[in-house]
């Protein structure tokens, strides 16, 4: 699926284990949401989610991977949703969770759940997307779900 914005296009696909390298780039490269222990994601935790028990997407532009989601299927959980800091603000988030989002829908989920650090401009995404917002833990995550 294609998606063309002014003077250039934007493809989605299903992510690959090839993938992986590009996607932890945009992964550690974000501005907010950052590791504190970036050892607590490693690439190789991306091919279990890829391969056993979920599925990602990307978003690419002339071959370079801007953006990710995955979904957990085990929980109905988002275990991941970036976009690069550098192509930001071009929709690319908000077409990735609806990719993943109709994809849980067709496999007859009823609802979705994920956590991001509240006051973050993950967490006012996520409400303008429709999520409903849930308590906040220890750790200072809000819990978010979405019903389909």
């Not at 599925?55 to 979904?71: A, R």
């Not at 496999?107 to 993950?122: M, N, P, Q, Y």
Request: glycine share 8%; with cysteine.
């Amino acid at each position: 699926m294609k998606t063309a914005c002014s003077d250039w296009a934007l493809s989605y696909r299903v992510a690959t284990v090839a993938d992986i390298p590009a996607m932890h780039r945009v992964r550690m490269a974000v501005k907010e949401n950052v590791l504190s222990n970036p050892a607590k994601v490693t690439p190789e935790m991306y091919v279990p989610y890829l391969q056993e028990f979920g599925k990602g997407w990307v978003c690419e532009d002339q071959g370079q991977i801007l953006g990710l989601s995955i979904v957990d299927y085990r929980n109905g959980s988002v275990w991941a949703l970036f976009v690069d800091p550098t192509a930001e603000q071009r929709g690319i988030g908000k077409r990735l969770m609806q990719v993943l989002v109709d994809d849980a829908r067709r496999r007859g989920f009823v609802e979705l759940k994920l956590s991001t650090a509240i006051d973050t401009r993950a967490d006012r995404f996520y409400l303008r997307q429709g999520w409903l917002p849930g308590e906040v833990d220890a750790d200072g995550e809000r819990h978010y779900r979405l019903p389909l």
